[in-house]
């Protein structure tokens, strides 16, 4: 099928809305060219890198607002090896993990390993949500802030348990565009590559006391843990502004500079608006329009961040996504495992309003000529 022309004047400044990774502005790649050349190829172990770390790990503090005794610490890999890591040494018998979408499910599956009691899961059809209960025995109570595959966004709230028990929020797809309070949770993580704008490699987390006291005790116990997944090594490392192994420094660089972007903007509260401004573009027209709906049903869980609009079964998305594509309009196809006929959209703190504005304007008008 031939795709639809759009008239210049209906076409985004940036036609990239992927969930991740995600849009990159360019004064970040002007200052990965200009600042990051007297960084890259160098030692790890040295102060250029290392004051680099440094910088990031206290714009992250700044950032999230985090309390007092929190830390920041880093590790390698993303959030995959994040979830590997907790199982080995943040989990100490069993996990509560809410499901509501791929991401948090594949924490369960880590969370299933043979040291541990097999975890308490809930897990609620795509679109939807469930809350964590405090249930005896459960010593960490886990769940996505924010659910890429689906653009459901679930709050941040310590659970009422047994005291000891850690809450532990993946917010990969979250940190940097929803404001939080990251009191709320004792282990804050992700990995740097959605609204936080940079490249894969790193895993971040903003860490409790309590948190890091779990994190010693289970790392001076028989348990075996690998180097490379040892959160104790993370700590430590973290401390001295680096990692294990070799950081990946154009992320490290990257990341800098949009911290400070969004910090020099107003910061998380800033970025929160900004999100929810563009994402609200979005779901306003999707419920004016009788040719699509907001998958999320519930307006309370409906993501700033990743928007999933749901089409009539007599419009064919995947046809919209490749008539879009071809026009520079990139990366709006849906999850693929959910299978839907679905759009689906980041609306990341890189991403400005207008260009969802335009986006708006470039499917009404390829939805009228596709017929």
Not at 249 to 264: A, K, P, V
Not at 291 to 296: D, K
Not at 313 to 319: F, K, N, P, V, Y
Request: negative net charge; charged residues 20%; hydrophobic residues 45%.
């Amino acid at each position: 099928m031939a795709h639809v022309e759009l008239p210049r004047d209906l076409l985004p400044a940036d036609g990239r809305f992927g969930c991740g990774p995600s849009k990159v502005r360019g004064a970040q790649l002007e200052s990965l060219v200009t600042r990051g050349a007297s960084v890259l190829g160098t030692s790890h172990r040295q102060a250029p890198v290392k004051n680099l770390v440094g910088r990031v790990r206290e714009h992250l503090a700044q950032l999230l607002r985090i309390p007092e005794g929190y830390e920041i610490v880093l590790g390698n890999g993303g959030s995959t090896a994040f979830w590997d890591a907790a199982a080995f040494g943040l989990i100490e018998r069993r996990s509560q993990n809410l499901v509501f979408g791929e991401f948090g499910g594949k924490f369960a599956k880590a969370a299933a390993a043979p040291w541990l009691t097999a975890p308490d899961v809930r897990t609620v059809e795509p679109g939807t949500r469930t809350a964590a209960e405090p249930v005896e025995g459960v010593d960490v109570y886990a769940w996505p802030h924010n659910e890429t595959s689906t653009g459901v966004a679930a709050p941040v709230r310590r659970v009422s348990a047994d005291a000891g028990a850690l809450t532990v929020i993946d917010a990969t797809s979250a940190a940097g565009g929803i404001d939080v309070d990251v009191a709320e949770a004792d282990v804050y993580y992700f990995a740097p590559q959605k609204n936080l704008g940079s490249d894969g490699g790193l895993w971040f987390a903003a860490m409790s006391p309590a948190a890091i006291a779990r994190i010693e005790r289970i790392a001076a116990t028989d348990r075996y843990i690998p180097d490379f997944l040892s959160l104790k090594n993370a700590v430590d490392n973290s401390r001295l502004n680096q990692t294990l192994n070799t950081p990946a420094l154009s992320t490290l660089l990257l990341l800098e500079d949009q911290l400070s972007w969004i910090l020099d903007n107003g910061g998380l509260a800033w970025a929160g608006a900004r999100t929810a401004e563009s994402s609200s573009v979005l779901y306003s027209w999707a419920e004016e329009t009788s040719l699509a709906t907001p998958f999320v049903t519930d307006p309370e869980d409906r993501s700033p961040v990743v928007v999933t609009i749901d089409f009539d079964e007599s419009i064919d998305a995947a046809a919209i996504a490749k008539s879009l594509r071809a026009n520079g309009i990139v990366d709006t196809e849906p999850y693929r495992k959910l299978g839907r006929n679905q759009l689906r959209v980041a609306t990341f703190v890189s991403i400005e309003p207008d260009d969802v504005r335009s986006l708006v304007r470039a499917i009404d008008y390829t939805v009228e000529r596709l017929g």
